[in-house]
């Protein structure tokens, strides 16, 4: 089975997380961050993984050290789980529409991490939260499962449904990148590894 646990505690955040890829898109999440616990439940969802969070942080601060840290061990989760990365389809692209917008993920486990946001949201919270954090997860997500990920929202007008869009693609982008393919012999790569 390919799952991965990480557990992470600094002065300001304390986060257990568990992930299984080939999973049934089954969720446990509770961060202190209401917008990011619905993010993930939804990525959960729409990847077909198991997701489990358990995170406090500072958010008597605000909501950035807990996101943030949230994406770091997800990234750290996702890389271990995938292994040596043999027989994965490696690439994974998903357009998700809600309501007036139209967002799209692109991911690629390269092993070297990128990251590329085109979205320009009209809000500069949702609720409580900072949707500047929205970038803040996925870099260190990015970062930390080494991986080059484009994130573009071609349209829409409500910060909410542009944001869910893209947490939903983000989810089935990678659900098709880490998939195995029965085709692909060893990694796919022509330089022999990843």
């Not at 995938?82 to 139209?102: H, Q, T």
């Not at 320009?120 to 870099?139: C, M, R």
């Not at 869910?164 to 022509?190: C, M, Q, W, Y």
């Amino acid at each position: 089975m390919r799952k991965a646990s990480i557990d992470r505690k600094t002065n300001e955040t304390n986060i257990s997380l568990e992930l299984q890829l080939d999973g049934e898109g089954i969720s446990e999440i509770s961060t202190g961050v209401p917008f990011m616990t619905h993010m993930l439940d939804l990525f959960t969802k729409h990847g077909h993984f198991n997701l489990n969070v358990d995170a406090n942080g500072d958010t008597e601060v605000d909501d950035h050290h807990t996101t943030e840290d949230i994406g770091i061990c997800l990234g750290h989760a996702l890389k271990e789980a995938l292994g040596d990365k043999k027989g994965i389809k490696r690439y994974g692209n998903a357009f998700v529409p809600m309501d007036e917008a139209l967002a799209q993920v692109v991911v690629d486990l390269s092993n070297r991490p990128h990251l590329e946001v085109r979205a320009e949201f009209p809000s500069q919270k949702v609720g409580t939260f900072d949707t500047e954090l929205v970038h803040e997860f996925l870099w260190k997500l990015a970062l930390e499962a080494r991986m080059n990920l484009h994130v573009i929202v071609h349209y829409g007008s409500n910060t909410h449904h542009m944001i869910e869009a893209v947490f939903k693609a983000l989810g089935r982008a990678l659900d098709e990148a880490t998939s195995i393919d029965p085709r692909v012999k060893g990694v796919p790569s022509t330089k022999g590894m990843l």
